[in-house]
């Protein structure tokens, strides 16, 4: 394919990317450039050749979704296991389920508390603190659920995840600290549809990018092949806004991760993620990937397990950009650099998590991607 003459220059295999692809290729030609050496963006998975067990290479990925267009868009690409989320935080060698629910506060205050007596508590516990006008993060929790359950639960890991006291942190980092007082423990509580793409993330997006008016070029980056593009393409660009300017203006902030895997045998965490909420273990999650597979019970069945334990990390200019930290400050900035690629690249469309500089998750991704092709493409 003559770069040149591309009507279509998708650039980033993410999901976003290989959605507009997919949908852009049932009427016209379209290539798609990755930087990488693989597809799928950080939806990225493999699989461990001696024990068959999916490893999330960018982080645990359980996809979840109110939006039966999505759900229904993707199924068309992959069959979804019943896998249905829930997670425990360790907090004193204790497992505590979380959101926080009627079983968290009861197994945390050592008590037996109706739903109705654990809202009252944990409003009487909120203001106990005292506390009217919060000024920082840590006051906002403790006004939230007092002092007990913001410092089993919430201080020690956010302070792991953001790498700061929760009093430098802003208030509006937390709107609200969802509590049930109820034994519902599923995480993902108004999903309409969640599992996991029975054959892998890689493969689902495999299948997304596989029509024949689709070229995939690995290992390019746009500047590659910037050069080249013709004065009539339209780029849809989903990488980071500030790469694509040379960071002119600075770079936008993130929070990174780095994950450190180990095999073990006979392991005790029988679920795929716990939250690792106190301070003397440097880390924020262990994932436990094989509980992931329930349609394969020879696997998640079978003496070994491959544990990911994730590690909050400082992010560096190029490096793996996964939380945006959303501020003020970092909103001016990425608002002058959408006004400057506007007029930089007047036919390049920004799209992605990158290019919005927002945490999406994936459904969301999908959701804006086919919203763009409907009403830009009118596909
Ligand atoms: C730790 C973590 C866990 C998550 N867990 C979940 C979950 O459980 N459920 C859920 O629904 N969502 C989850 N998400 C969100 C999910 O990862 C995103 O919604 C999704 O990956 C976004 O896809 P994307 O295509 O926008 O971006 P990406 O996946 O980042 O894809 C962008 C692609 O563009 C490529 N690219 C960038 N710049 C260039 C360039 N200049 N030239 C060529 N290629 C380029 C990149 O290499 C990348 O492959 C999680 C996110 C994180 C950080």
């Known amino acids: 394919m003559n770069i040149k003459d591309c009507k279509y220059i998708i650039v980033g295999a993410g999901l976003f990317g290989a959605t507009v692809a997919e949908r852009l290729s049932r ?3 379209v290539l798609v450039i990755e930087k990488r050496k693989h597809i799928a963006g950080n939806v990225y998975s493999h699989f461990d050749p001696e024990t068959g067990i999916e490893i999330h290479d960018f982080g645990s990925h359980i996809f979840h979704t109110e939006f039966d267009e999505v759900y229904n868009y993707l199924s068309n690409f992959t069959e979804f296991n019943d896998y249905v989320h829930t997670v425990n935080t360790r907090h004193d ?4 389920p979380m959101p926080i629910n009627l079983d968290t506060i009861n197994l945390l205050y050592g008590a037996n508390l109706s739903p109705e007596e654990a809202e009252k508590f944990v409003e009487s516990e909120a203001e106990k603190t005292g506390i009217k006008d919060p000024k920082n993060f840590e006051e906002k929790a403790l006004s939230l659920v007092g002092e007990k359950l913001y410092t089993a639960f ?10 700061t006291d929760p009093k430098n942190l802003d208030a509006a980092i937390l709107s609200r600290i969802p509590v049930r007082y109820s034994h519902n423990n599923r995480y993902f509580i108004t999903a309409k549809h969640q599992g996991i793409p029975k054959d892998g993330y890689t493969k689902m997006v495999e299948n997304m990018l596989s029509g024949e008016n689709i070229t995939l070029k690995l290992n390019t980056s746009f500047k590659d092949i910037e050069s080249e593009i013709g004065p009539d393409t339209t780029i849809i660009y989903t990488g980071p806004i500030d790469e694509l300017l040379d960071y002119k203006f600075g770079t936008l902030p993130y929070r990174s991760l780095r994950f450190e895997e180990e095999r073990v045998e006979n392991s005790a965490q029988t679920e795929a993620v716990i939250n690792e909420a106190d301070l ?11 509980y992931y597979q329930i349609h394969h019970p020879e696997i998640v069945n079978q003496p070994i397990s491959i544990l990911c334990h994730e590690y909050p990390a400082d ?11 959303n501020n003020d400050d970092s909103e001016d900035l990425y608002q002058k650099y959408l006004a400057e690629v506007k007029t930089t690249y007047p036919n390049l469309i920004l799209g992605g998590r990158l290019g919005a500089y927002r945490y999406w998750d994936m459904d969301v991704c999908v959701k804006n991607a086919l919203d763009l092709v409907h009403k830009t493409f009118k596909y």
């Not at 003397?280 to 094989?290: A, E, G, L, Q």
């Open 27 to 29: 009427e016209h030609q």
């Open 154 to 163: 919430l201080k020690n890991y956010t302070k792991k995840q953001w790498n």
């Open 280 to 290: 003397d273990v440097p880390y924020t999650r262990t994932h436990n990937y094989k």
């Open 315 to 325: 992010f560096k200019q190029g490096g793996e950009a996964y939380y945006p930290v």
């Open 93 to 96: 060698n204790k497992l505590y």
